[in-house]
């Protein structure tokens, strides 16, 4: 038996209790990222305002969804970057081009994220 095979016949938890647990980790996740991670507060408190508005704006259920989708990619492309940056600064906090890199391209996936709000907002409500 190769020791490769020993990690696939491992059990697994299946059914409910996966689910549960993995609830779990996720509120774990959210209340680490809220607790630690400004950006991600701050992000939070934008999207307390976008997506009230985003919902009040849009003519249609499409509108709707164009306009509060964006905002929502937004949090999680941050839960994200913060995943990265966890990691990378749990390997080490001495200077390295790769982790810096890792770590602005994590942060230009969240800019990323705020051109495309910017833009489907713009081609929505611009286009009536």
Do not use: C, Q
């Amino acid at each position: 038996m190769e020791a490769d095979s020993a990690v696939v016949d491992r059990y697994k938890i299946r059914g409910a209790t996966r689910v549960v647990r993995a609830l779990r980790a996720s509120l774990r996740g959210l209340a680490g990222a809220f607790r630690d991670e400004a950006a991600f507060r701050e992000e939070l408190g934008f999207a307390a305002i976008v997506i009230p508005l985003g919902l009040w704006l849009g003519h249609n259920g499409i509108e709707r969804a164009l306009l509060v989708g964006p905002m929502l990619l937004i949090l999680v492309v941050e839960l994200l970057n913060s995943a990265i940056e966890a990691t990378v600064d749990r390997i080490g906090f001495e200077r390295h081009a790769l982790a810096g890199l890792a770590k602005d391209i994590g942060s230009a996936a969240v800019l990323m994220s705020f051109v495309l709000l910017a833009t489907v907002w713009l081609l929505v409500l611009l286009g009536r």
